[in-house]
């Protein structure tokens, strides 16, 4: 062999060794954290801005900042309460209790440093991406007591709920609770963001009673448009909602990612449909409403499912909570005001009950990405069954029990003179608008 083939090798050999080495499963993957700091950036962009506006336009004039302050507030209450407490009990290790509960350990974020990793994304991220999960979950509720309910009374109840309601579903099922070890498929939050958001949404509205005028006078939304501009905001934060689940940036999160926008679409046109035959005429809320149905109901199924799954799960979406909004208001006159529960309690159950049919991997184009060894899709739903009951009786319970206890220490509902007059002016002393 020549010296200078030799020296050729050589050469190679220290270029080979100048390459970095593959990430290990235990070092930062930098594509990963790069998704996940835009998802979590999207999830939040979904309440504030997103939300907040959605809302905003479907009340009237005189309560449209009471519902901009409600989802202001949310979001910094329930941020300091998912770093004082909140993350620990929902993903730490509970001990003897852990199927119910976690622990302690990560009280006001501790322990949690800049090299400190969960998986191969730093651990202070996974913490404020799951922190905005668990912003806009009682930032739903709002809808459902619009325009009737005290700032304080909603401060109190959002602040406890969470505590009480939210985070030990989200233990039950992303921290290693029970129905985590059931095998329970909820990629994104169907259970523990739609189910228990859509029924305390219900009980709130039973239990504070309806609008005045509920029923006799219009009450349509005051700013159409700010109403689609929430929307479109919505759909796209949406996308860090469900891929950013995936927690990497790999085929699951794209996957996730298409799966969201197919049943966005079909929701919509789906609903559209609907109020065209009934009505006669499309209109801009129901496409909008149409396309939050669809979010919602793919939401626990993204992971699972592939496209034909997810057009069938956002078809059903359009019609079955659409019914459901007509049954609600117009058949048992429940003025849920911003229909929080049929579209996203009712939608997260029938993509939970459905993620358990389109994960199967043996439904030709329908297929999904498949079921756990051994299970079948009978098996399959009997569990995903447990999970909508559980996570909805108790929801229920403890909501029902929370306003009672508050409705004690600060009266929820204001006053019927106060109503009249709007929140803006009576609690805020603001206005929307200069009219």
């Known amino acids: ?35 996940i700091l835009t998802s979590t950036a999207l999830v939040l962009f979904m309440t504030l801005p997103g939300l907040s506006l959605f809302y905003a336009g479907l009340v009237r004039t005189r309560n449209v900042l009471s519902v901009l302050m409600q989802c202001f507030a949310i979001a910094c209450v329930a941020s300091l309460l998912w770093m004082i407490v909140g993350y620990s009990l929902a993903f730490t290790d509970g001990g003897s209790a852990n199927s119910l509960i976690g622990g302690l350990s990560q009280v006001f974020f501790a322990n949690i440093q800049q090299e400190t990793l969960a998986g191969d994304i730093p651990e202070s991220l996974f913490a404020m991406f799951q922190m905005t999960f668990a912003i806009i979950t009682p930032a739903l509720i709002v809808g459902a007591f619009a325009e009737r309910v005290r700032f304080s009374a909603m401060l109190l109840f959002s602040g406890a709920w969470l505590l009480l309601v939210y985070v030990p579903v989200t233990h039950w099922v992303w921290g290693g609770g029970w129905l985590s070890e059931l095998g329970l498929l909820d990629f994104a939050g169907g259970t523990v963001v739609h189910i ?89 809320l129901g496409i909008v409403t149409g396309m939050v149905a669809g979010l919602g109901t793919i939401t626990p199924a993204s ?97 029902l029990v929370l306003m009672k206890i508050i409705d004690r220490i600060v009266t929820i509902r204001v006053d019927l003179d106060e109503e009249t007059e709007g929140l803006d002016l009576v609690l805020h002393d603001e206005r929307g608008y200069d009219l």
């Open 1 to 35: 062999m020549s010296i200078t083939r030799i020296g050729g090798l050589l050469a190679t050999l220290v270029a080979l060794c100048a390459l970095p080495l593959p990430a290990m499963a235990d070092e930062l993957s930098s594509g990963n954290t790069a998704w």
């Open 196 to 284: 228990t958001a859509g029924i305390a949404a219900l009980v709130f509205a039973m239990v504070v009673g309806n609008r005045k005028g509920f029923g006799t006078t219009a009450m349509p939304p005051h700013n159409m448009t700010m109403v689609v501009t929430g929307a479109g905001m919505l759909w796209v934060g949406w996308f860090g909602f469900n891929a950013g689940s995936a927690l990497a940036a790999n085929g699951d999160a794209a996957m996730a990612m298409l799966v969201t926008h197919i049943s966005a679409a079909a929701g919509s046109l789906t609903w559209m449909a609907m109020e065209w035959i009934k009505h006669g005429k499309p209109s801009v």
């Open 303 to 399: 992971g699972y499912v592939g496209p034909g799954g997810a057009l069938i799960i956002g078809f059903s979406a359009g019609i079955v909570c659409y019914y459901m909004t007509q049954a609600i208001k117009q058949k048992w006159k429940i003025d849920d005001s911003l229909d929080v529960f049929p579209v996203h309690g009712v939608g997260g159950i029938l993509g939970t009950l459905m993620a358990g049919i389109f994960a199967s991997s043996e439904l030709g184009v329908f297929s999904g990405q498949g079921l756990a060894e051994g299970a079948t899709i009978a098996s399959q739903l009997g569990v995903q069954a447990i999970g909508v009951i559980a996570t909805g009786l108790y929801t229920a319970v403890v909501t």
